[in-house]
């Protein structure tokens, strides 16, 4: 049977699990397993933070490429320990580093509205299409297609809203509870944000795409797809090959 072609889109839930198991899932048990046996609570947070490093280190020994979301939690554990080291072992700080880059980034989705292309474009590109380059240029061909920039204005703009509720949210969470509720009820806050967030984003798109296919008959145009050829290789179909 001839292998599906394959055509730009949201990414799938198996593209996102991998970031979020080590970003989010395991740095709670590695807490809770090590909390007892060193001195206070910025010491487990920063033992916590180390199955991102190693994800990151992993996907690039592996892969030659860096997982976008496990950077950011990355980053963010990086810039959190270096500051709760130079404020003598601040526990606070590597509590709320994570809100610090979501807020940030849903600022950033928001001003990123009045560029040629919104945020969440390039983040869905990258989780999608991946390093594959006719996987990218099928992606790109997306965004000239009449109803694209409208769906992707709207999903922008819902996660730019839900980033900074999820920031402000982990910031309340880390005054009110200690370190280890903390934990668990910030993932489970942005569990439920980002999960929410994914939903919406893969529901809103096969509804935008079901609605913009009768508009692309009436138009002549076809979706950009990327078919795989009887040699393994593909090639790009776009709008312009009708």
Known sequence: MAEAPWEPGAPSVRAMAPSAIPGAIIPIAV??????????????????????????????????????????????????????VALGGNAFVLKVRDSV???????????????????????????????????????????????????F?????????????????????AVVLPTGPFLVAAGSLGGCVFGGLFVFTLAYSRRARRLGDAILVEEGLTFPSVPALADGTDRLISQTDT
């Open 101 to 151: 880059f979501t807020f940030l980034f849903g600022v950033a989705c928001l001003v990123s509205l009045r560029a040629r292309r919104p945020v969440m474009f390039y983040v869905g590109k990258a989780l999608s299409a991946g390093e594959d380059e006719q996987r990218q240029a099928a992606y790109d061909a997306m965004w000239d297609l009449p109803t694209v920039p409208g769906v």
């Open 31 to 84: 807490y809770y397993l090590v909390r007892h046996h060193v001195n206070g609570d910025a010491e487990a947070l920063m033992l916590a933070g180390v199955p991102a490093a190693i994800w990151v280190l992993f996907q690039w020994v592996t892969h030659r490429r860096i997982d976008p979301i496990a950077s950011i939690v990355l980053f963010g554990f990086v810039a959190g320990v270096l500051v709760s």
């Open 153 to 173: 204005t709207v999903i922008t703009v819902c996660w730019g809203l839900g980033l900074i509720f999820d920031a402000a949210g982990r910031v309340v969470l």
